[in-house]
């Protein structure tokens, strides 16, 4: 009788278990395959050192997106290679949009035409674009010179002598000198001196060891410069007295040059993960946080959501290919 009982109930035991493992796998199919995002910090990567404009503006919209999100954000420098070794290491990482870059025009779509890097145009999977500011040409604070006419005698009374900064070759600061450059004929009489970033070329500038630069508004925020020409098609409100480079001489298509960025995970991305993020970068640009920087720096916002900024950016792949011809790249 004992072992009747003590066998009914083992076989009760593996009944219930046997329920239990049921129910178990049940659950586990009914829950959802993608966790709720974000669950942890998402990674921002700047492709240049600390203190560039790049680096600025993504600092700038870090906090507005970040609480957009739910979540929390933070700014990751990478520098080197004119943004392709930030950019390379994006295109290699999970596609799960906890690591995101903010990549500009040059280093999505120019330098992968110009160098042999592990990343193309389909390479990723664009969020949104953020901004889209011209170019200026800068000189030292303390410069007598007043205009681009000033800079062309100026490297003429010293063929070889003047130097112009960047933060890597085929960057936008790059472009921007041999745009005025080559504009002003005087290519071959002033020198290029490459930098790891927008911030350190500005070291070499308050130490006199370059005279010339070109960057966004943006570095005004930071930087004692005087700006001489901006690559627009009109004047800046926030600078009525700064001449256009088509005004200073220099003729299409070397007149206007535009730096516009966003944030690109790599290809593969849920959709539901880019949609998240998409809104989110929506809600930041709009912000009002965001948009006080933008307007204390002179960024022009041009927020476009993931299918329009995927578009914009295929198209402008295939566009600058003129610009890399133009700047004998």
């Given at each position: 009788?004992?072992?009747r009982?003590?066998?009914h ?37 700047a ?8 680096d ?7 906090a ?43 280093v ?31 000189a030292?604070?303390d ?6 006419a ?31 450059m080559?504009?002003l004929?005087?290519?071959d ?13 500005m ?8 005279q ?99 578009e ?18």
């Open positions: 009788m004992l072992m009982k003590s066998l109930r083992r076989s009760s035991l593996r009944h219930s278990l046997s329920l239990l493992g049921a129910m178990a796998a049940t659950i586990a199919l009914a829950a959802p395959v993608h966790a709720e995002f974000p669950e942890k910090p998402v990674t921002l990567i492709p240049f050192n600390a203190g560039g404009g790049t600025l503006l993504l600092r700038g919209f870090q507005p997106f970040a609480e957009a999100l739910g979540g929390k954000a933070v700014v990751q420098n990478m520098a080197g290679g004119s943004g392709t070794v930030a950019a390379s290491h994006l295109a290699g990482v999970d596609a799960d949009g906890y690591t995101l870059g903010y990549l500009s025009v040059t999505s779509t120019i330098q992968p035409q110009i160098k042999n890097v592990p990343y193309d145009a389909d390479s990723w999977s664009p969020i949104c674009s953020v901004a889209a500011s011209p170019t200026l040409f800068y030292r604070a410069s007598d010179l007043e205009n681009l000033d800079v062309k005698a100026a490297v003429e009374e010293k063929p070889g002598e003047l130097l112009y900064g960047s933060s890597g070759p085929g960057a936008i600061t790059h472009l921007t000198m041999v745009s005025a080559s504009g004929g005087i290519m009489q002033v020198k290029h001196l490459p930098h790891e970033g927008s911030g350190p070329a070291k070499s500038m308050a130490g006199g060891i370059i010339f630069f070109g960057d966004t508004e943006v570095l005004l925020s930071s930087y004692e410069l005087k700006p001489l020409a901006v690559f627009a098609d009109e004047r800046l409100a926030s600078l009525p007295d700064v001449q256009t480079a088509a005004e200073a001489g220099i003729e299409p298509p070397l007149n206007e040059l535009y730096l516009w960025g966003g944030l690109f995970a790599p290809t593969g991305l849920p959709d539901e993960v880019r949609d998240t993020l998409s809104a989110a970068c929506a809600a930041a640009v709009e912000s009002d946080a965001f948009e006080e920087f933008a307007a204390s720096t002179g960024t022009v916002i041009a927020y476009r959501d993931a299918a329009e900024f995927e914009f950016f295929r198209s402008q792949y295939d566009a600058n290919q003129a610009l890399i011809d133009a700047a004998g790249l």
